[in-house]
């Protein structure tokens, strides 16, 4: 084969140069295609733990803040509040919640770390709505002899103020309680249980 006229040494630039831009564009190319695999921000905040500050939560206020796609509320109890919870224990499916989840912390009358406040999942267990908070005690149009609770509009279940389900109504169990730890007297973060709690 012959030879004459051609150039080795512009033919190996060529070759070098054609292999590096190639290099450089599957680079480019491979780049955005394995940044898809890892979890976008939005999908790393959905599962992160939430933290609530609780300053300015007044006894009686109810605040709500989402977690992994769930409303959670946090409700600041009165003593009063407290003081009704044994009196519907006779009307409650589980009043000791051994049937619902909850982290072992929770599994106690008030189903809460500190008793002045509950930390919940808002969602009915019956279809997951969202019940309304009726923290007033008194005759309603659904119970005669209301001590303070949660109603849900869709179906009517009924829970106490520590989210304890009542006899008689569409929802299995009691509200769930997620996994949550306090920082300090004024922080709390929902998705993390205390050091040492299952």
Same mark, same amino acid.
């Given at each position: 084969?012959?030879?004459d006229g051609v150039n080795k040494n ?69 003593? *009063? %509040?407290? =003081?009704?919870? &044994? /009196? ?9 919640? @051994?049937?619902? #989840? ?6 106690? *009358? %008030?189903? =809460?770390?500190? &008793? /002045? ?9 019956? @279809?997951?709505? #969202? ?68």
């Open positions: 084969m012959p030879t512009r033919r190996r630039f060529l070759v070098a140069t054609t292999s590096v831009v190639g290099a450089v564009g599957v680079g480019f190319t491979a780049v955005p295609f394995i940044k898809s695999w890892k979890p976008s921000a939005k999908a790393q905040a959905v599962g992160a733990p939430v933290q609530v500050t609780l300053d300015g939560l007044e006894p009686g206020q109810l605040l709500k803040v989402q977690w992994r796609g769930q409303t959670i509320g946090v409700l600041h109890r009165t003593e *009063e %509040v407290l =003081s009704l919870l &044994p /009196e519907v224990d006779a009307e409650l499916r589980d009043p000791d919640s @051994l049937e619902s #989840v909850q982290p072992e912390f929770a599994q106690n *009358e %008030v189903r =809460s770390i500190r &008793p /002045e406040y509950l930390v919940v999942n808002m969602h009915c267990t019956h @279809l997951g709505c #969202v019940p309304q908070v009726i923290p007033e005690v008194g005759a309603q149009p659904f119970s005669e002899n209301w001590k303070g609770g949660f109603f849900c509009p869709c179906h009517k279940s009924k829970f106490d103020m520590a989210g304890r389900v009542y006899k008689g109504v569409p929802a299995p169990t009691n509200l769930i309680i997620p996994p949550y730890s306090f920082i300090d007297d004024t922080t709390l973060v929902i998705g993390v249980n205390p050091e040492g709690a299952v």
